[in-house]
């Protein structure tokens, strides 16, 4: 059976053209505060983002930046509204189905890494793709790449707990990659990296995204990341809304 990426990009190119590789149309999702209160978080999000565009979205800690991307990568699912990954409609499949969606199309870069503990980085990245079908040899090929890609090829046979808060981020940067994904959603990618390994791992992402046609949004709090993508957009009182790169002063008021 054909992942959904693989039967995107069998689809004729005017169709390819048509579907955005992401699309979000009217998407709300509130929680309930600890006074019993409803806090809205999503109020009506739309959003496409095509084959190879990279989209940043920066706000203030707390506007539910984190909870886009779970809602936009199908781990979380809406109140109302729709998402669609490659043209399919994400809130209609069930659980088997979506699982499947997410390792083969979706590719997380999460604030916490969430390796597993007993395997090492390389066992980590060939995970993801033969769960997708891979061989072993195919998936040790493409881990080991990504794995130098990131700087860590001295540390192929390494677990996480021999590793640096760093490195592990970067295994589960290179984990992400692991399925040419169509779609990349990466939360603060770099936060705890120092300034030369998260300019090469921003190299390799934006890269990844250009060469490969992953649809990238990228949630950060460093503008000078966020403005190397080809959209900044700013979530502000629920909405996804344009914005500057360097308009890090206060939100707007309500």
């Not at 579907?19 to 999702?29: I, M, N, Q, T």
């Not at 090829?153 to 590793?163: F, I, N, Q, S």
Request: net charge negative.
């Amino acid at each position: 059976m054909s992942s959904p990426a693989e039967s995107w990009e069998g689809l004729p190119p005017a169709v390819q053209a048509a579907e955005p590789a992401l699309s979000a149309r009217g998407v709300h999702k509130h929680y309930v505060g600890g006074d019993g209160g409803r806090i809205c978080v999503l109020d009506g999000v739309d959003l496409d983002v095509n084959r190879g565009e990279s989209v940043s979205v920066i706000g203030q800690s707390g506007t539910g930046k984190s909870t886009l991307l779970h809602v936009l990568g199908a781990l979380d699912r809406p109140e109302a509204g729709e998402v669609r990954v490659g043209g399919q409609a994400v809130g209609r499949l069930p659980e088997d189905a979506l699982a499947l969606l997410r390792n083969r199309s979706v590719g997380f870069v999460f604030q916490f890494h969430h390796l597993l503990r007993e395997f090492t980085a390389l066992e980590n990245v060939m995970m993801p793709q033969q769960i997708a079908g891979a061989t072993p040899r195919q998936a040790r090929d493409r881990a080991r790449e990504l794995l130098e890609a990131v700087g860590l090829g001295p540390r192929l046979e390494h677990t996480p707990a021999r590793l640096s808060g760093g490195e592990q981020q970067r295994v589960a940067v290179a984990r992400a990659l692991a399925n040419r994904p169509l779609v990349l959603l990466a939360d603060e990618p770099s936060g705890n990296l120092d300034p030369e390994t998260s300019e090469r791992l921003h190299d390799l992402l934006f890269r990844v995204s250009d060469e490969e046609g992953a649809a990238m949004v990228l949630v950060t709090h460093d503008l000078g990341l966020a403005a190397r993508a080809g959209r900044v957009l700013r979530l502000h009182g629920g909405h996804l809304v344009s914005a500057r790169p360097d308009a890090a002063g206060p939100e707007p008021a309500e």
